[in-house]
């Protein structure tokens, strides 16, 4: 039996010792509680997805940063080669004249 055919079904009561008062007063508070479970859990997915975003956003930073320095750092390389070839050329002319 699917849920489509328990929804039109009748419900016999006369076998339950409970007060319906009672049961109806359960069943909210279950139906309360769960709704507290999946707005905490709501909330909570949120947060770590917050949270995911935000490491992204830092990784991708620092990952630029990173790119930025390297690229510097090779553009101060070839500076200090140039100037090493530069210094290194004069003092071997020095030393052929004398």
Do not use: C
Request: hydrophobic share 30%; proline share 2%.
């Amino acid at each position: 039996m699917d849920l489509s055919e328990q929804a039109g079904a009748e419900v016999n009561l006369e076998g339950y010792k409970t007060p319906l008062t009672k049961l109806a007063r359960r069943f909210k508070a279950s139906v309360e509680l769960w709704k507290q479970k999946y707005h905490q859990l709501k909330r909570e997915i949120k947060r770590f997805q917050n949270r995911a975003a935000d490491a992204q956003r830092s990784r991708d930073h620092w990952k630029q940063q990173a790119q930025q320095w390297q690229a510097s750092a090779q553009q101060l390389q070839t500076e200090v080669d140039r100037l090493r070839v530069e210094s290194a050329g004069p003092k071997n002319k020095l030393s052929q004249r004398s």
